[in-house]
């Protein structure tokens, strides 16, 4: 696989097939604006991602286990804290 430059193509390569090897590579290459855009992200799509797919659920649980502290102490620390600001954001009309 290719040097990634950006979240999205280290997303495209968890989607690919990556595996947690590659793809910590990957991670450890990337700024670190890049990295975390990456992580949340991810984080955030997880839940979907597990249900439809589970291998890919699994590799990205790895990955956010041993890389983001929030997920490591459980996902529900940072995730919360997403929903609280999401339920203060002003609804679309």
Known sequence: MQNAT?????????????????????????PAQERRHFLCTSCCLHPEIDQNYPGRGRVLNEILASNCHFYASGPTDCTLKLMIIMSQLPEAA
């Open 6 to 30: 950006t979240a999205r193509d280290t997303f495209d390569a968890l989607m690919a097939g990556g595996s947690v090897n590659e793809l910590q590579t990957r991670l450890e290459k990337l």
